[in-house]
Nanobody, 124 residues
Framework: QVQLQESGGGLVQAGGSLRLSCAAS????????MGWFRQAPEKEREFVAQ????????NYADAVKGRFTISRDNAKNTVYLQMNSLKPEDTAVYYC?????????????????WGQGTQVTVSS
């Protein structure tokens, strides 16, 4: 079992930065691949970024590539999403999630554990 709690969301102007954190509890965190997803109003949840259990491999959605960076600290049971050059279209609720499956999973159905989400709002 893995329990997840996101933090770090807020209101920021376009071009600004935010760093999201996801604190995990549970013995299996260090062996789980982690992902960030987001959901804007009236839109489906979409993949943002993913990181392997070791942190060696990462994967990004085209919309955020070059602007967002996912990382993890297994000693602190925490995964991060550094978001730079934010745009109004990045506005959404951001969720972190954990999967037992290896590889670069981008489908939300592959993730078994989810946090409650944190709101990110980017003003123009």
């Amino acid at each position: 079992q893995v329990q997840l709690q996101e933090s770090g969301g807020g209101l920021v102007q376009a071009g600004g930065s935010l760093r999201l954190s996801c604190a995990a509890s549970g013995r299996t965190f260090s062996s789980a691949s982690m992902g960030w997803f987001r959901q804007a109003p009236e839109k489906e949840r979409e993949f943002v970024a993913q990181i392997s259990w070791s942190g060696q491999y990462t994967n990004y959605a085209d919309a955020v590539k070059g602007r967002f960076t996912i990382s993890r600290d297994n000693a602190k049971n925490t995964v991060y999403l550094q978001m730079n050059s934010l745009k109004p279209e990045d506005t959404a609720v951001y969720y972190c999630a954990a999967t037992r499956y290896p590889g670069g999973r981008t489908n939300s159905y592959d993730y078994s554990y989810w946090g409650q989400g944190t709101q990110v709002t980017v003003s123009s």
